[in-house]
């Protein structure tokens, strides 16, 4: 019986940089699409199926943040952004439109792999949004008994911490922005909680982080958001 290998799309106009990519994760065991052009890559992606987009923001034929939108509306294949663009403004906008990871060119194949595999990961994890239960290592949240413990020693939050932690578990891996969270944990019309929620999030790695100032779980994404990072066995 012949085990179908994970495809990963590519769409992105610099044949370089598709060469560097062709070889990079061939040689990790992906089976490669590759397409130059936006609409292509659409197409690609609906008759192709594949388990993970790698996109570039600037296509000659289309936006990548454009392509987002129109993908977001039929599929939640896993999209990493890789791109030139370095912007605050570019990353929050592409995360917003359901992109699940951004990486800002030049990068490293390594760092590209370990961020492909974390989200594989996510998307593979069948009804992952309903699972009872969040555990990375120590830490475990109980979301039926709104329960936090950390080495099997309850960590009391208050509501609204919780809300913000809950919200992050339930994405766990993946980078929330701050517009994101805001809009989830004090509603559409309070954007001005900036501040507070930099607070709360401040609050929340005293209360589980062995090291608060350098975080293992609640890790800071500067200028975009949050990401709660699910700890690996072999961590």
């Known amino acids: 019986m012949t085990t179908k290998l994970t495809s990963i799309l590519v769409v992105e ?3 370089r940089i598709r060469r560097f990519l062709k070889v990079g994760l061939e040689g990790h065991g992906y089976f490669y699409l590759e397409s130059s052009l936006g609409k292509e890559g659409l197409t690609l992606t609906a008759t192709k199926n594949p388990d993970l987009v790698i996109l570039d923001l600037g296509l000659p034929d289309m936006d990548g943040q454009e392509f987002l939108k129109e993908i977001r509306e039929w599929t939640q294949v896993p999209v990493i952004v890789l791109t030139a663009r370095d912007q605050d403004e570019d990353k929050i906008q592409a995360l917003d439109r359901g992109a ?3 990486l800002t060119k030049p990068f490293s194949i390594g760092e590209l ?4 595999r974390v989200a594989l990961r996510h998307a593979q994890r069948t009804g992952g949004d309903n699972d009872p239960v969040f555990e990375s290592g120590p830490l475990k949240i109980d979301f039926s008994k709104r329960q936090v413990l950390v080495s ?3 960590v009391r939050l ?3 911490e919780y809300k913000i932690l809950f919200y992050l578990a339930k994405h766990a891996d ?3 922005t701050h517009p ?3 809009k989830e944990v004090w509603g559409p019309a309070h954007s001005d909680q900036a501040n507070n929620l930099r607070v709360q999030v401040h609050q929340i790695r005293q209360k ?3 090291n608060p100032a350098r975080p293992k779980w609640l890790v800071s994404e500067p200028g975009v958001g949050y990401r709660l990072k699910r700890e690996k066995a072999d961590e």
Not at 113 to 116: D, F, I, M, P, Q
Request: avoid cysteine.
């Open 152 to 154: 099997d020693r309850e």
């Open 174 to 176: 993946r980078v929330v």
């Open 113 to 116: 792999l370990a961020r492909v």
């Open 158 to 160: 208050t509501p609204l």
């Open 13 to 15: 106009d610099d044949p």
């Open 208 to 210: 589980l982080e062995e």
């Open 100 to 102: 699940d990871d951004y």
């Open 180 to 182: 994101q969270l805001l």
